[in-house]
C-alpha cells in the first residue's frame, strides 16, 4: 500500500511538473507569434502609412502645385483719339495689377496646359502727357494726366513647360472708372476696356506685354471748355511689364 500511495505521489508530482513544463511552453509559444504578428502588424501599419502620405503628397503637387496668382508691374503707353482733333501721344505711364487664376480643371491636357478664367482683384495705371497746342495766336503748353482704377475677368491658357517655366496667355474684359486732369479742370466716367496679353515666367518673375483698347464719355468734357478733350474718348495702348507668379 505504501509503495503504491509513493507510486501515485511521485506520478501526481511528475504530472503536474509535466503541466507546468507544458504550460510554460504553450505560453512561450504563444508569445513568439504574437510578437511576431505585432511587428507585422506594425509594419504593414507604417507601410500603409507611408504610401498613403506619398500619395497624398503626389496627388496635392500634381492638382494644386501650378502657381495661381500674379502681380505685375508694368510700364504703359497710351493712344487718346477723338474726332477731328489730332491723337495724344502719352508722355509716360505706370501700372500695377494683381490677380489670381482659377483653372477649370485637374488635370492638365498632355500634362502641360490647363485652361482657366484670370480674375484681376485690382489694375491701377497712370500716364502722363505733355501736349503743344498750336494756334494762330501762338503755341500752349498743357499738361493732362490720367489715372485709371478696375477690374479684369476673362478666359486664359497657361502651358507649364516644367516645374518653373509658364507660358500664360489671356484676354479680359475690363470695366474701369477713368479720370482725366487738365491743368484746370477734371473729367471722369465709367469706361469700357479690353486687354489682351501672354507673359512668360521662370521661377517667381517674368516679363509680359499687353495691349489694352476702349472708349469713354467723359462727363462735363465739351470741346468748348477744352480745346483738346470731348466727351468721347477712344483708348488704344500697350504695356510692358514684369510678371510675378506664386
Known sequence: MISILSFAVCFAQENKKREKEYKELRISVNKKPQTGIKVQEKR????VTYNEQVN?????????????NYANIGFVATTMSQDNIQDLESNFGASFTIGRTFYL??????DIMRFGIDV?????SYTNYKIKHITNSGT???????????????PSLTIRADDKLYIHAYFRYAPSYSAIKTDSDS???????????SSITYGAAGIGIETRFGNCRYSGAERDECA???DDIKHNGFKVYVNFRF
Open 228 to 230: 483738346f478733350i470731348t
Open 187 to 197: 473729367y471722369s466716367n465709367y469706361a469700357t476696356f479690353f486687354v489682351g496679353g
Open 140 to 154: 500752349n503748353n498743357y499738361k493732362l494726366q490720367q489715372a485709371e482704377a478696375g477690374i479684369h475677368v476673362g
Open 56 to 68: 497624398i503628397d503626389t496627388s496635392t503637387e500634381y492638382s494644386n502645385g501650378w502657381n495661381c
Open 44 to 47: 504593414s501599419s507604417e507601410n
Open 105 to 110: 480643371h485637374e488635370n492638365p491636357i498632355l
Open 120 to 124: 484681376t482683384w485690382l489694375d491701377f
